[in-house]
């Protein structure tokens, strides 16, 4: 017996027919409205039949689609189909249309293989041996199935093609850091992003900022941590997109950049910043809820889930990936993994498990057609240079080859205490990379960045002005002796 679509699927499904001109042309073709539920299958089947006289979406003849219903003060479904009608317009901005495609050719696909083998087991149920010639005829029918959608690659003639996708990589997703938003060093579906950094210097801050941007981009997120537990993630997230601090007493300065006329650094300025609220005070529940409805629907758009440490495989993600959309409908654009080093491991074979995992998540992205977004700690030699590149991951040489864009974040003793720190961009698969880029932050009220700029020669210069101006700094030898030199390269 054949399964019917998850909800999610169908209602994805739905939405393709009534808003996609290129696929939704497909859907209408191969989709088998009997494996659909009642509402569904009745839109479904109405914008078949619009695409077979047609030949196009129903797009903003959606709802002539059902006036007969709509317009029916007495009939029982018309709040149903007006409420499904307006959850598709929503969903149409944000689909995630080449997951759901892959879906549709699976779930048919398992369709024909499952009837396959019912049909096989009958014949040998009834002649045996006898029914070997049959049963190969119909696993070689199977086997030569072609897809409807079948694509065989792409020609040099496909330019809209091809531009289409090089705009939608450089300006769909955003780092929020400017510095890197503006070369389109940034996430992307189908690719991987590695965030490498010291051990408790700010790692699970650069993802949290990172995934904070594509909430604000209304893009859906799901957040998996084998570090630290759901609240204390989401509390970081609540301090990343308010700008509060976590106790009452804390106070916060701010370094900002000052810059001459050509854009140059000349100096830094300290600023005393006033958190709103905090997250201890007592009016923290009803600030924050205040807050969460502000942001509307952007609040549905992130999930966070923690796993133990040690256990998670790149199995267990797709897992959990199948029962959120299953049971929450639920499709990520973005997953954040934090992080890469504290998935499961072999003992007997730690770097090549650290090297199999990288290779998963980026497997993961390109299947469910997501930006991944993970970090990774650096080797102890890593951690004691100053400029540490992507030479200093530690364990496995090959996540460098494995990921698509590999940026390495540094900050010593003295940056750390003025909120500033360093990122060099040690790859970038279509982009520039090479270069580094000084960012200013502030940890005690969520902000992995604020602002950025191109590292300089002066930095260090300008760096030791700061230290000397300091009534309150004084933590020796930071091990920045050799940091122009390393800036320069």
């Known amino acids: 017996m054949a399964d019917n679509f998850t909800h999610s699927l169908q209602e994805n499904l739905i939405t393709i027919l009534a808003f996609d001109k290129e ?7 191969v989709l088998d409205v009997t494996l659909m539920d009642g509402d569904y299958r009745l839109i479904a089947e109405r914008c078949i039949d619009y695409w077979k006289t047609q030949k196009q979406p129903p797009d903003d003849h959606l709802a002539d689609l059902f006036a007969d219903i709509l317009e029916d003060k007495h009939n029982r479904r018309a709040p149903i189909i007006r409420r499904h009608i307006r959850s598709m317009i929503a969903l ?17 696909k398992l369709q024909r293989f499952r009837a396959g083998i019912v049909e096989a087991a009958e014949l040998i149920s009834k002649k045996a041996q006898m029914a070997l ?32 996708r090089l705009e939608e990589l450089a300006s769909e997703f955003r780092c929020g850091i400017s510095e890197l938003d503006r070369r389109g060093i940034v996430p992307a579906r189908g690719k991987l992003l590695i965030l490498g950094g010291a051990a408790g210097r700010g790692k699970t801050w650069g993802l949290i900022h990172i995934a904070k941007q594509a909430i604000l981009d209304r893009k859906r997120v799901v957040h998996i941590s084998v570090e630290i537990d759901e609240e204390e993630v989401i509390g970081r997230y609540y301090q990343s997109i308010l700008s509060i ?61 923690r796993f133990k440490p040690q256990e998670l495989t790149g199995n267990a993600i797709r897992a959990y990936l199948d029962m959120l959309e299953t049971t929450e409908g639920f499709v990520p654009d973005m997953i954040v993994m934090d992080y890469l080093g504290l998935m499961k491991i072999d003992p007997k074979d730690k770097r090549g498990s650290i090297g199999f995992n990288c290779v998963e998540l980026r497997a993961i992205a390109i299947e469910r057609n997501a930006a991944m977004v ?82 300089q020669r002066q930095y260090r210069d300008l760096l030791d002005d700061l230290r000397m101006s300091s009534d309150h700094y004084d933590a020796g030898d930071d091990g920045e002796e050799d940091e122009d030199k390393d800036a320069e390269e």
């Open 23 to 29: 696929q939704g042309n497909i859907v209408s073709k």
């Open 92 to 108: 149409s901005e944000s689909i995630n249309t080449k997951y759901v495609m892959q879906q549709l050719r699976d779930h048919n």
């Open 133 to 164: 010639p049959e049963i190969e005829e119909i696993w070689n029918k199977l086997l030569r199935t072609r897809e409807i959608d079948f694509i065989g690659g792409m020609r040099l003639n496909e330019v809209a093609r091809v531009l289409q």
């Open 245 to 305: 601090a976590k106790r009452p007493s804390d106070s916060v300065e701010i370094t900002e950049l000052e810059r001459d006329d050509d854009g140059k650094l000349e100096g830094f300025t300290r600023k005393e910043h006033v958190s709103p609220f905090a997250l201890g005070s007592g009016t923290a529940q009803l600030e924050l809820e205040m807050h969460i409805r502000e942001l509307g629907k952007k609040a549905d758009y992130l999930w966070v889930k």
């Open 374 to 455: 993970t970090a990774h700690q650096l080797s102890k030699k890593g951690e004691e240079a100053p400029m540490a590149k992507g030479t200093h991951f530690s364990e496995d040489w090959s996540i460098m080859g494995t990921a698509d864009v590999a940026l390495i974040y540094s900050v010593t003793d003295l940056e750390f205490a003025f909120g500033l720190g360093r990122i060099y961009v040690a790859k970038a698969r279509s982009e520039e990379d090479r270069f580094a880029i000084l960012i200013t932050q502030a940890y005690k009220v969520g902000q992995f960045c604020l602002e950025s700029m191109y590292l």
